[in-house]
């Protein structure tokens, strides 16, 4: 994830699924703020700190399909300004 830092202005859609990602690399991700795509499929995200990518302000699509995110957690999506359609399961 580190090594994305040097292009985050460029990165406009990112598929991470399936990768051994967590809460901490969410902070990562938060850095590329121009992403509008952001696919987290079966990782190990919990929700716990999903409001850090509230600094995504161009994030419209967001996929959370098979991680531990409860419902309590997908309030916080709730102030992320650009977002549109979130995926779950």
Known sequence: MEDLIAVKAQ??????SNLPIEDTDLSVVA?????????LNNTDITGEN?????????LQHLALS??????????????FPALEEAYLW
Do not use: P, R, W, Y
């Open 11 to 16: 990165l406009t859609s990112l598929n991470i």
């Open 31 to 39: 850095q590329f703020t121009n992403l509008e795509k952001l696919l």
């Open 50 to 58: 999903l409001e850090v990518l509230k600094a995504c302000t161009n």
């Open 66 to 79: 098979g991680t531990a995110v409860q419902e309590e957690h997908l309030k916080k999506l709730t102030d």
